[in-house]
């Protein structure tokens, strides 16, 4: 089993040391771990916020997205790569005591993450995303990859701003 933390080399680095982030490169690692099957959706998206805003925590927090994936756990409910960035924002802005009003402040950037995504793709649900596609096709994985870095963006994005981190240019696609 290969070691993931130092998957990508220095020059490869998603957060650069004067407070920049480049979310080009966080959407481009999430979708490799996607597509070479290192992680699923969820776990892609957690695991590049993780590692791009230097969360307090070991890679064993990945293993809280791992049923999520496909809807979560193949019901094809609300789609993994939402409840990944869910997930990741959590990390930052989530209670950690009972009673704490932290809550209000995770659920709020869990709305907008939400909204921003259904208001590209319509809805949230990972069956109607993937309507009339086979799982594991060519046509799954490429909706799905490119889900899985929409989702590393906008969770990034919204991130950058409440955390103060400037972000670089996008590229043009």
């Known amino acids: 089993m290969r070691k993931l933390t ?3 080399s220095k020059e490869q680095s998603i957060k650069f040391e004067n407070g920049e982030i480049d979310i080009n490169k ?3 690692r999430a979708e490799k771990y996607y597509r070479d099957g290192d992680f699923y959706c969820s776990e892609a998206v957690l695991k ?3 590692d791009g805003f230097d969360a307090p925590y070991g890679d064993d ?5 791992s049923g999520f994936p496909v809807g979560m756990g193949r019901s094809g409910c609300a789609c993994g ?5 869910v997930m990741a924002l959590s990390m930052f802005f989530g209670r950690d005591e009972a009673k704490s009003s932290k809550v209000k402040k995770s659920m709020e950037l869990a709305k907008e993450l939400n ?3 259904a208001e590209k793709r319509k809805v949230c649900c990972c069956k109607i995303l993937t309507r009339g ?5 060519k046509e799954h994985m490429e909706q799905c990859i490119e889900i899985t870095g929409e989702l590393t963006e906008i969770t990034a994005e919204i991130l950058a701003r ?6 670089l240019p996008k590229e043009k696609k």
Do not use: H, P
């Open 48 to 50: 590049v916020i993780k």
């Open 81 to 85: 790569a939402v409840t990944g960035g």
């Open 26 to 28: 966080l959407r481009k």
């Open 6 to 8: 130092n998957l990508f």
């Open 115 to 117: 909204d921003k995504f």
């Open 133 to 137: 596609m086979e799982l594991g096709s």
């Open 61 to 65: 927090i990945i293993k809280l997205a």
């Open 162 to 167: 409440e955390l103060g981190y400037k972000v």
